[in-house]
């Protein structure tokens, strides 16, 4: 069983940059592909990006390419999402998740562990 506990989040003005934290209990996170997800209010809950187990892979949600970068340090047992010029749109309560596998998951479905969420709020 792993813990998962998002950090990082907050209000910022619209261009501005944010770097979440998801940092892991119980297990090591060296074997699991991580992802992060989002969802807004009234809308369901959208893929923004993930990575493999040892960082070789990563995928992105088109609308965040070129915007947000997921990392992980698996000797401090947490992984990241920088993401910079920040608009509206990405106002969500942010979530990270972990599966075991040494592929990429298919989608959230695929995802076993969750965090609680953090709050992202950007201002126009």
């Known amino acids: 069983q792993v813990q998962l506990a998002e950090s990082g989040g907050g209000l910022v003005q619209a261009g501005g940059s944010l770097r979440l934290s998801c940092a892991a209990s119980?297990?090591?996170?060296?074997?699991?592909?991580m992802g992060w997800f989002r969802q807004a209010p009234g809308k369901e809950r959208e893929f923004v990006a993930q990575?493999?187990?040892?960082?070789?892979?990563?995928a992105y949600e088109d609308s965040v390419k070129g915007r947000f970068t997921i990392s992980r340090d698996n000797a401090k047992n947490t992984v990241y999402l920088q993401m910079n010029s920040l608009k509206p749109e990405d106002t969500a309560v942010y979530y990270c998740?972990?599966?075991?596998?040494?592929?990429?998951?298919?989608?959230?479905?695929?995802?076993?562990?969750w965090g609680q969420g953090t709050q992202v709020t950007v201002s126009s």
């Open positions: 119980g297990r090591t996170l060296s074997r699991y592909a």
């Open positions: 998740a972990a599966e075991t596998t040494t592929s990429l998951p298919a989608g959230a479905n695929e995802y076993d562990y």
């Open positions: 990575i493999s187990w040892n960082g070789g892979r990563s």
